[in-house]
């Protein structure tokens, strides 16, 4: 900064010649006298903003009846617990089917965690003027960039980073990160409210803690990046439960470190410090509801406002019900296989996801370091857990109406970050042209997705394409007002007219004075 700064020749000379002469430490000599602006480092992070903040939702789709339901279930219980100090969404203006009725309330069908982290921010806004129903868009948009945009652009920034693990030049480090956010559709999920690109971030911070821990010649000078590896990854898996995935695996990279027996279990014990806070706030605030460690959606026992003829929720049943018929393990396998290659599925949308798996490879048959080999296995055991969560695993888990496929954006970025190992290797034209080309492909696949991320697709449609041609203008946005009905308009009764009540859940209608209610 004071060599490249507006000091002039002469004065950078004289405050450089005031740093070497006084009795700094050497670290901190260092520090100052170094560079501290890499644009290497920062031009994939600001291309990330440039490119993510005009195209946040709250611009596009100012309407809050345009929401999604996930994310006006999300906003309703950051409104509800900043205005109402509760999680109960009853009273709010936000309009979503995506709810649960417990002891007579309906909350969100959601982990209520990261509702309480954007609640923080909202507390703030609300304290200076600023509401849900003053300025829905200005909220709705600095929660968006707050909770969702920034942490994925910070994310970026830790790809370049992690580049220095396959000992790549920093111009093929920037375009590692470029192409973990672009050609992964994290890019996509990076302008509307979502807890699945916030989790990802989580997950690549608390791996480039670890990175940092093994570089680390003594291990008790690492403690703190253990506390703040489990603090990640915690963050992550209280933000979207598919996350937990990795927070369990990451332990195996801390026992596969090159210590002794007492530090790795040092290292445990620290890394589980960093994993206790969002544990305990996700317990105090989701255990009253559900009575147990589980998030919400995973209890099918409780009443949920979703009718069974919502067009969106037939569009998906019908892609992953089509040809699976047969046995148990029969349909299972389609399942999976329309999950890759289906209308939404992984590989259709991002085939560059193939030199991801191709670099975890080229780590297990090289001389890397064994936390490495554990580090690119817990990679590909994670996404293979979470694939199989999504298709086969239980309804509270199962791939919801949106842009691609949701349930791949937590460890697409981690999985990608194994290309840098497949770029250090040499390879004849034929594997660079076809690198090229899937790259190039899902790079405008998920440039397309930041139109409609949590718009679904019709029936036997690729999202893709689906959102290409809405963001040319060919065909017209999909009609809301079939997947959000108008709520009905409370009349009051003229007097000496009974009030029509709907009938409770299982019981059967009633008539009052000859009239069916």
Known sequence: MLRHGGLGRGGAFFVLSAIDRMDWPDSLRTYLTRPLVRPWALAPTVLVLLLAIPMLRPLRQPEPGLLSDSQAARFATVQAIVESSTLAIDNSAFQTREKVLIDGHWYADQPPAFAMLL????????????????????????????????????????????????????????????????????????????????????????????????????????????????????????????????????????????WSPSQRAGGILLYLIGLSPPLLLHTVLNVPLTGDFLPVSMHMEFTRSMPSDRPAAIAVEQTYDDGASGSEIGQGISKVFLALFGPQGLFSHFPAALFGIFGISAVMHRHW?????????????????????????????????????????????????????????????????????????????????????????????????????????????????????????????????????????????????????
């Not at 707050?146 to 030049?169: K, M, Q, W």
């Not at 691609?404 to 840098?420: D, K, N, R, Y």
């Not at 290797?425 to 139109?451: E, Q």
Request: glycine letters at 10%.
């Open 119 to 258: 609640a923080g921010t909202y507390r703030v806004m609300h304290w200076m003027g600023l509401s849900f129903e003053r300025n829905p868009v200005l909220v709705m948009y600095v929660l968006t960039l707050l909770g969702v945009t920034l942490p994925v652009a910070v994310g970026c920034g830790l790809v370049y980073r992690l580049g220095r693990l396959f000992e790549l030049p920093r111009p093929w480090r920037s375009g590692l990160a470029c192409c973990t956010v672009f050609s992964g559709g994290w890019i996509a999920y990076a302008v509307a409210m979502n807890s699945h690109a916030p989790a990802a971030a989580g997950v690549l911070a608390a791996v480039a803690c670890l990175f940092h821990v093994a570089l680390v010649k003594n291990p008790a000078g690492g403690g703190g990046w253990l506390i703040a590896a489990g603090l990640f990854a915690g963050l992550a898996a209280v933000i979207e439960p598919t996350a937990s995935v990795f927070a369990v695996l990451l332990v195996a990279v801390i026992l596969s470190m090159r």
């Open 369 to 517: 370091p064994g936390w490495t080999k554990v580090l690119a296995g817990a990679t590909a055991v994670g996404s293979v857990l979470i694939l199989l969560a999504a298709t086969i695993g239980g309804p509270g888990l199962r791939l919801s109406p949106a842009f691609a496929a949701p349930w791949s954006v937590v460890f697409m970025p981690l999985l990608l970050l194994w290309t840098g190992a497949w770029l250090r290797r040499r390879h004849g034209p034929v594997k660079w042209s076809l690198f090229l080309l899937l790259t190039l492909f899902s790079v405008l696949v998920g440039l397309a997705g930041m139109t409609s991320p949590l718009a679904p697709a019709s029936p036997n449609e690729y999202t893709a394409w689906s959102a290409a041609k809405r963001a040319l203008g060919l065909i017209e946005p999909p009609d809301r007002s079939v997947r959000r009905p108008a709520p009905p308009v409370d009349r009051k009764p003229s007097p000496g007219t009974a009030r029509a009540t709907p009938p409770r859940p299982g019981e059967s209608p009633r008539t009052v004075e000859g009239i069916e209610t």
